[in-house]
């Protein structure tokens, strides 16, 4: 495995000559899942599970099989046990909606990481306004971890749910899921897993973690965009009812009443994107062929060559853990005295793609006491090359935007 080899399978980063360091916010997709979407619409272009013929046939088995490989990934106990969204933020609103509203009350407590993405915080301050519900935050370190004094105080008897990432979008840490399950699980309170930032880049297996709700992205590892993956225990899918209704998701509909469908389809409602699950099992595919372990392993070795060389450089502050291996290609950054919205724009002109902003963590730069921050993600594409230049522009910052050689 070469990453010139690698990169030959990516049409984008052959195209371009910018340096693509925004990875944490969308992947480049490989050719083989182009073809695969270009393929199903092509060659079995139908709407799936509707039809009798041939065609549709087709379109529904490919679909099927898709979800197979999902649950395969990331060890789902079912297929049946994995829902298609169009993303990450609606399959965590599917879980508030369909389980948030319905099960928790008054007197319950919701308690949420700080250092959530927004779409694993706004749907459960929803819950909370609705249901009467408290919403109670646990508390990190400016490291980013989640002490144990942290999760003993905000997960007790009262607490009905606990909605964690496991690797934070802005400061790249892990979190420790099978701790948390464990405690959240001995009170009663079911785990919404945010596995956004952590299905595309480590092994993730859903039984070992003991999660009863993780939701991800395709684009983020590769897929098509607008197709996303909720996966839930099925005691506990079974109990919700749908999150939207319409075509598919029932078995008969009377004048008055309606019997919804089995699992998975009561909370798919309407025509399913097929050439987007098509197409985030070819990526699956793709990514399994080097191996998870393999790939992780990469993203590691990269991530802390790019941490060593940023706590290198005089007035730049890396965010988060000071391990170099606790930060999952995510590497967030301030340059004293210059914006972070400057610091992407002297790099975009230098051809460099990062992010810049609060990253839809505005909670967590709060409590940090920061406004926002520069972000460099990274993919087992990217090369050390490509990080050498990335850490030239970055020393140069402050003497472009007129501060001397200080």
């Not at 948030?100 to 949420?112: H, Q, R, T, Y």
């Not at 699950?277 to 998870?292: C, P, R």
């Not at 051809?351 to 409590?367: F, S």
Request: net charge negative; charged share 20%; hydrophobic share 40%.
């Amino acid at each position: 495995m070469t990453t010139d080899n690698i990169r030959k399978n990516f049409p984008l980063l052959q195209q371009m000559d910018t340096i693509y360091l925004d990875n944490a916010a969308t992947a480049q997709r490989p050719s083989c899942v182009l073809a695969a979407v270009q393929e199903f619409y092509e060659q079995k272009n139908a709407n799936p599970l509707r039809g009798f013929y041939p065609l549709s046939l087709e379109a529904t088995e490919s679909y099927q099989e898709a979800r197979k490989t999902v649950q395969k990934f990331i060890h789902a106990e079912e297929p049946e046990e994995i829902i298609f969204t169009r993303n990450t933020t609606e399959s965590l609103n599917l879980v508030a909606y369909s389980y948030g509203l319905n099960f928790l009350k008054e007197g319950d407590e919701i308690a949420v990481t700080i250092m959530e993405h927004h779409s694993n915080l706004l749907p459960w301050q929803m819950v909370s306004r609705m249901t009467g519900a408290k919403l109670h935050y646990l508390e990190c370190t400016s490291e980013g971890e989640l002490t144990d004094e942290a999760l003993q105080k905000g997960i007790n008897e009262r607490t009905r749910l606990v909605a964690v990432a496991q690797v934070s979008n802005v400061l790249g840490c892990v979190n420790s899921i099978q701790k948390i399950t464990e405690m959240a699980h001995r009170v009663g309170a079911v785990v919404v897993v945010d596995g956004a930032q952590s299905v595309p880049h480590m092994p993730v297996d859903v039984q070992a973690l003991d999660a009863d709700f993780l939701a991800f992205s395709g684009h983020k590892l590769m897929g098509p965009m607008g197709i996303g993956c909720l996966y839930g225990k099925r005691e506990l899918l079974e109990k919700m009812p749908p999150f939207l209704t319409g075509g598919e998701m029932i078995e008969t509909v009377s004048r008055y009443d309606a019997v919804y469908a089995e699992l998975p389809h009561k909370f798919e409602a309407g025509t399913v994107n097929a050439g987007g699950a098509v197409g985030l099992a070819a990526a699956i595919d793709y990514l399994e062929s080097y191996g998870m372990d393999t790939l992780h392993a990469v993203e590691q070795e990269l991530t802390a060559y790019l941490f060593r060389g940023m706590n290198a450089i005089p007035h730049v502050h890396v965010l988060g853990s000071q391990r170099e291996d606790n930060h999952t290609g995510i590497v967030s950054f301030t340059v004293d005295q210059v914006h972070p919205h400057d610091i992407s724009e002297v790099l975009s002109s230098d051809g460099m793609d990062i992010r810049a902003g609060h990253h839809c963590a505005q909670p967590l730069h709060d409590h940090l006491g920061i406004h926002s921050t520069a972000r460099a993600s990274l993919m087992f594409y990217n090369t050390k090359e490509e990080i050498d230049r990335f850490l030239e522009s970055v020393s140069n910052i402050r003497r472009r935007m007129g501060f001397g050689n200080e």
